[in-house]
């Protein structure tokens, strides 16, 4: 099954995605990193308020076959988070890109976006997985 990957996001090496929407970006987990996990039971993310720094582990999925920490693309503040991923984790495998989002922060630094794969870098490089 060929994964697509929305132009509009940037993505990091650990699979995670950025979408700027004005002021505030909102982050979640790439199609592929969630096909790899399989089935996604539970979902461990920051409170709001929270301080993100690039680089860094900021919460946790846990599928049927592992658990895999989340890296943070991007520094900046956590202002919302996704409850209802919180409460129901199959809403990442339905619409990982749409309702399945994980995080909006306000960044810190916004070059920080260029420093992250478009769509099709992206893309190529999870093909032969």
Known sequence: MA????????????????RAEG????????AFAIDQLGDIVFVE???VGASLGKG???GSVESVKAVEDLIAPVSGQVVAR?????????ELQND???????LVIQPADASELDGLM????????????
């Open 3 to 18: 994964l697509a990957f929305p132009a509009d996001c940037r993505y990091a090496d650990s699979h995670e995605y950025v």
């Open 23 to 30: 002021e505030t970006w909102r982050l979640g987990l790439s």
């Open 45 to 47: 993310l920051p409170e």
């Open 56 to 58: 860094q582990s900021f």
């Open 82 to 90: 996704n409850e209802a991923v919180l409460a129901s984790p199959e």
């Open 96 to 102: 990982p890109y749409g309702e399945g989002w994980l």
């Open 118 to 129: 478009d769509a099709t870098t992206y893309g190529a490089k999870v093909e032969g997985h």
